[in-house]
């Protein structure tokens, strides 16, 4: 996948190409189902997407950090990611903003049926379909996917259900298990102390937070896949620290990968994070989340 950075006022394509406009954060089964609509047509596929200044206006927290969303876009079939400064273009008018879009090399234009562009989300799809459908079905409206209770798949929706530690259920709704990655670094050691030394990935605040508590996870290093069971939490037994941090016990696992990249993706929620009255407390309950991760598998 090309990456392009796009913040005049041109848009800097000139071969023939599907366009899908969002922010596509998760890139999950709403967005995945827009990607296979444009895949229907004989043309590459580009992504404009808007840099993560967005989020960070909006105050929201991210699903995916930029790598992993841009490679799961191109995991997906995308050829082209165009990122759009938010902080240059969040003041374009929508009709500015149609103008940008106007290149004769976008031969389509997808979008959800809720998109909405310009300051104060002044246009709207009937804006879309006013400007470009009048010689030919330049715009595809492609519906959300919905759940059976009615709920819109949407991040937001995914987000709230990490921070509630629902991994399955975010999961179900990703099309792919939630992951964190990140260089292993050194810890308090206290896992080892235990008996359960752990790989620590530093925590990345920009991501969503997922729920303080053990969760049965899988890591993902050096291109091997192992079963584990990850604690995210603050340590309130020992050592009870300002953030919650990452952790994860790799089963039957005994190679050192400080320096190293990681993935964890979650699998399950196994019990909320707790306070102790001892330390023995604390090392039984860790073996009794072990052996309920090992009989589950």
Partial sequence: MKII????????????ISLLIGFFDGVHLGHQKLINEALKFALPIGVLTFTDSLAETKKQKLLLDKDSKQESLASHGVSYYFKLNFNSSKN???????????????????????????????????????HFNKQEEIVKIVSPVVLTDGTKISSTYIRALLNKGLIEEANSLLGYKYFRKGIVVHGLHN???????????KPDNSLVKIKDGVYK?????DNKSYLSMTNI???????????????????????DIY?????????????????FDSLDA???????????????H
């Fill in 92 to 130: 374009w008018s929508k009709e500015h903003f149609l103008e940008y879009l106007s290149a004769k090399n976008i031969k389509r234009i997808f979008v959800s049926s809720d998109f909405t562009f310009g300051k104060n989300k002044s246009g709207d799809i009937k804006d879309l379909i006013n």
């Fill in 191 to 201: 896992g080892t102390k235990l008996g359960f030394p752990t790989a620590n990935i």
């Fill in 5 to 16: 950075d796009t913040n005049n006022n041109s848009f800097p394509m000139t071969d023939e």
């Fill in 259 to 275: 320096d190293k990249q990681i993935t964890i993706s979650f699998d399950s929620f196994i019990r909320p994070q707790i306070k």
């Fill in 217 to 221: 996870t899988h890591a993902h290093v």
């Fill in 282 to 296: 604390l090392k039984k309950q860790l073996h009794k989340d072990k052996d309920f991760i090992l009989n589950q």
């Fill in 233 to 255: 939490g603050s340590h309130p037994t020992i050592d009870q620290l300002s953030e919650s941090i990452i952790e994860t016990h790799i089963f039957d696992f005994d190679s």
